[in-house]
């Protein structure tokens, strides 16, 4: 299983928490900030394992490989659609995270493309089954804290985005558990393992760390501002 690693800033203030002890994944309550750029190489600072490592099924490899040849000028994001799945935590314009205990849910809000929102539900339900699991961009999140990291069990996604700018392949089969901590004030961890039985030989995991941006907060930033034809742009 693909992996790699990454650490944390020794030098950073300590884990801020919520009155119940639980780490607090976003801004305090009298302080502004945002995740804004990640540790890794690549677009938005994801850091996934290189491409010969991932163990892709034939056709996903070949697919990923027509994506890289024509630079990626098929790559929903760049028209607008949301980043769904990981991608979610390696868009340029950072996120936001709220915790909401009165009502058992946490909120993931992104900064750029069309300023999508994800909900994790924190109540202990199950994902939907058959007809009743519509997919989606985002698909259905249940959540739970292991100690002081927030694990997210995600299914029910469509296959009408890309899991990076890099063209990882995907299908509705894609099965996501994330697990994502504070281990100081400025680093937000973020673990994801990809299993899609359609897609690869095996699950594969990619780890990087999202920095706080004390010093602003979220743009206000509408991909579709002034894209007049979204689907008919095309690349060299």
């Known amino acids: 299983m693909a992996q790699q690693q990454v650490g944390e800033d020794e030098t950073s203030p300590p ?18 900030g945002f995740w804004d750029r990640g540790s890794g190489p690549m677009v938005g600072g994801a850091d996934y394992p290189p491409s010969e490592e991932i163990p892709f099924r034939p056709w996903a490899k070949a697919l990923y490989d027509y994506r890289q040849a024509t630079l990626a000028k098929d790559d929903p994001h760049v028209r ?3 980043p769904g799945g990981p991608r979610q935590f390696a868009v ?14 946490i909120y993931i809000l992104s900064g750029g493309s069309t300023r999508p929102w994800r909900e994790i539900y924190m109540d202990g339900r199950a994902h939907p089954e058959g007809d009743w699991l519509n997919p989606s961009f985002f698909g ?26 890099a063209g ?14 504070r281990p100081d004030l400025n680093t937000l961890r973020y673990e994801v393992t990809l299993d899609d039985p359609l897609a690869y030989e095996e699950p594969w995991t990619a780890v990087w760390n999202k920095f706080w941006n ?15 034809d979204q689907f008919h742009m095309v690349g060299r």
């Open 15 to 32: 884990t801020p928490r919520l009155a119940d002890g639980t780490p607090n994944l976003g801004p305090r309550s009298d302080g502004r």
């Open 80 to 82: 607008c659609m949301p």
């Open 92 to 105: 340029p314009f950072g996120l936001q995270i709220l915790q909401m205990p009165s009502i058992k849910r």
């Open 140 to 165: 259905h999140s249940v959540g739970r804290w292991e100690g002081d990291t927030l694990v997210i069990d995600t299914v029910g996604f469509n296959e009408r985005f890309w899991i990076h700018r």
């Open 168 to 181: 990882f392949p995907h299908t509705e089969a894609l099965h996501l558990i994330e697990r994502i901590s």
């Open 214 to 228: 004390d010093e602003d907060d979220i743009i206000e930033y509408f991909c579709q501002d002034n894209n007049r």
